[in-house]
């Protein structure tokens, strides 16, 4: 399995990122993905679910309204459209594979920095 997360970026307040995650070594379609992110001196926290199939998701409230999670399965690829970005969105951001409602794989991250 292989998770390899890119599209981070050094961006100004209220820009926009796309973040992609591409998966291999697993049948992607079978899982539900996940969008993790770090922020400095900070505990992890989850942005953003999707299910297997794609058709529905979830999102913490810090970003409900200002991110998407998507997923093409035809590609393997997890999506992050993130819009309207804030300084509190600095963070090291993963993707990780859902099985059995644990994350078993992550990817090593990709960094998203917002100044202000």
């Known amino acids: 399995v292989q998770l390899v997360e890119s599209g981070g970026n050094l961006v100004q307040a209220g820009g926009s990122l796309r973040l992609s995650c591409a998966a291999s070594g697993f049948n992607f379609r079978h899982h539900a993905m996940t969008w993790v992110r770090q922020a400095p001196g900070k505990g992890l926290e989850r942005v953003s679910r999707?299910?297997?199939?794609?058709?529905?998701?979830d999102y913490a409230d810090s970003v409900k309204g200002r991110f998407t999670i998507s997923k093409d399965i035809a590609k393997s690829t997890l999506y992050l459209q993130m819009s309207s970005l804030k300084p509190e969105d600095t963070a090291q951001y993963y993707c990780?594979?859902?099985?059995?409602?644990?994350?078993?794989?992550w990817g090593r991250g990709t960094q998203v920095t917002v100044s202000s």
């Open positions: 990780a594979r859902e099985n059995f409602y644990t994350l078993d794989f």
């Open positions: 999707i299910n297997n199939k794609g058709d529905w998701a």
